[in-house]
């Protein structure tokens, strides 16, 4: 299995971006999907995360902000993210739990990151 992430670029402060991931291979399902982030010098912090279902939540510094969803038939999840600042900055990487087929196996898979720079 394999996940590529993309979408990440400049946008100046106040912008908007979305990233894409999708996810290949030999899969079977997909249970939660996430994005976490990682900036200069600071630890991976957990983003958002979109539930098989379609439950959400969000890390406290993105409420309202920024917005995850999936697309099941695609095996993609999607990061909408307005009002960007530049505490934003930072690699993102997609996150799935995916069961895989011959034998079925759960496992997280990690995508390679994109990068976000919200500067003027």
């Known amino acids: 299995v394999q996940l590529q992430a993309f979408g990440g670029g400049l946008v100046q402060p106040g912008g908007s971006l979305r990233l894409s991931c999708v996810a290949s291979?030999?899969?079977?399902?997909?249970?939660?999907m996430a994005w976490y982030r990682q900036a200069p010098g600071k630890q991976r912090e957990l983003v958002a995360t979109v539930m098989r279902g379609g439950g959400t939540n969000y890390g406290d510094s993105v409420k309202g902000r920024f917005f995850i969803s999936r697309d099941n038939a695609k095996n993609m999840v999607y990061l909408q993210m307005n009002s960007l600042n530049p505490e934003d900055t930072a690699v993102y990487y997609c996150k799935m739990t995916v069961t895989t087929m011959g034998p079925y196996h759960e496992t997280g898979y990690w995508g390679q990151g994109t990068l976000v720079t919200v500067s003027s």
């Open positions: 291979g030999r899969i079977f399902s997909i249970n939660d």
